[in-house]
């Protein structure tokens, strides 16, 4: 079954695209939600007027979403959070706690628009994708700190890394 997208769908298609979809789909989800129509002349009119109008704001979002990227990418984020000696936190950094620290610099951004496949649940420097628009995605530096300063696993390390070299230095 042919249908004219009247939104943009993941996966299927961009307002005004002319799909084809399997009839189920289209009655059952498309067509009563008002993301589609049945793809006749006088609905593919009506969609090009709707799509030209579209296409103007969609532009004009664009610039902004680019205007604001361009603040963003001089931002960075610090999170203290407590963490055990391997540097693995007890809790987690998530994409709310992202959005809050943004908002906490003047920037009002949508935690669903961050990008965190899952939450940082470790000790370090992340970057993390931000999508302002279908076309605009900036990536905001995230570092990460455990309370208190230093992990004392990487203090640790670098003590037996020294001791390691003493004891090989002292057998030859």
Known sequence: ?????????????????VVKVAPGYARNFLIPRKLAVLATEANKKIVAQE????????AVLKGEAQELAALLAKVTLSFT??????GQ?????????IADGLASKGFTID???????????????FTVPVKLHREVTVDVPVHVLPEGGVVKA??????????VETAVVTEE
Request: cysteine-free.
């Open 154 to 163: 990487a203090e640790t390390a670098v003590a037996e890394a020294a001791t």
């Open 89 to 97: 936190l007890f809790g987690s950094v998530t994409n709310k706690d």
């Open 51 to 58: 799509r030209e109008a579209w296409l103007r704001r969609e």
């Open 1 to 17: 079954m042919e249908v004219i997208l009247r939104e943009e769908i993941d996966n299927l298609g961009i307002r005004g695209d």
């Open 81 to 86: 959070q407590k963490a055990g000696e391997t």
């Open 111 to 125: 935690r669903k628009k961050i990008i965190l496949s899952q939450p940082i649940k470790q000790v370090g420097d």
